[in-house]
């Protein structure tokens, strides 16, 4: 029932058109634009940096913007409410998790390759660092796509999304580093969590370092204080 349940839940993911649109084409652009156009400023190797950000856009793209808009189309039109019927609760939040970090990993492996093409080569020692951070980054903003998909209309969680998404690309610590922002804004961007994990990955990817305790703690808090709101507030229709 598990396998069953993923295998959908990855497979009605990759249908979408929009969802190919914002997981892939739009990271993939974005990477080579970051690499070879010095508009934004960013730290030298250039096309390390830009990996880092692009891995946190991704997984803010596939774990927060795709879950919040399918699940609030799927208690729009009563799926979930059917679903939660026939199997346990528990299962159609593991199938919904293990797909994320399924078109997660097809997102990195796509995203990696190209970053390999214009010059990346990361170092082994922050491997295992930025798989820990992947995960971790995943399952909190896959927690705040639920927090935001349960809770209101389905046309609503479409805006609000999209919204967070641009905003985040912006301004929270993905097109623009935290260090490029002024010292006010930064401070507060830093306790977002794009820009944890922007950080974070910049650390691993780049450096071959671990992320430090600020980063973590940041992905932990928002993705423990969003689930726990989540498990209150979340509708089945």
């Given amino acids: ?9 990855i497979l009605l993911t990759l249908r979408h058109g929009e969802q190919i649109l914002l997981t892939v084409i739009i990271p993939v652009a974005l990477l080579v634009a970051l690499t070879l156009m010095t508009v934004i400023p960013m730290p030298d190797p250039r096309v390390g940096s830009a990996t880092a950000r692009v891995f946190a856009l991704a997984i803010l793209s596939s774990a927060f913007t795709g879950q ?6 799927d208690r729009r039109y009563g799926i979930l409410k059917r679903l939660a019927s026939a199997q346990p609760r528990w299962l159609l939040v593991t199938g919904r998790v293990t797909a994320a970090l399924a078109v997660v990993a097809i997102q990195i492996v796509i995203l990696g390759g190209t970053a390999l093409a214009l010059g990346w080569r990361p170092p082994a020692s922050g491997i295992a660092w930025a798989v820990l951070l992947i995960v971790l ?10 927090l935001l998909g349960g809770a209101l209309r389905a046309e ?3 805006a609000l999304a999209n919204i967070v998404w641009f905003v985040l690309l912006l301004i929270g610590g993905l097109a623009l580093g935290v260090d490029s922002l002024p010292s006010g804004v930064a401070a507060v961007v830093q306790l977002l969590p794009s820009a944890a994990l922007a950080e974070g990955l910049h650390a691993a990817v780049v450096n071959g370092t671990g992320p430090g305790a600020g980063p973590v703690l940041v992905l932990l808090a928002w993705g423990i204080g969003a689930a726990a709101v989540a498990s209150k507030t979340t509708k089945l229709d």
């Fill in 1 to 9: 029932m598990f396998l069953a349940q993923s295998r959908m839940e």
């Fill in 68 to 73: 919040a808009i399918a699940l609030g189309f």
């Fill in 137 to 146: 980054g995943t399952l909190t903003f896959g927690a705040l796509g639920v």
């Fill in 156 to 158: 609503i969680v479409l």
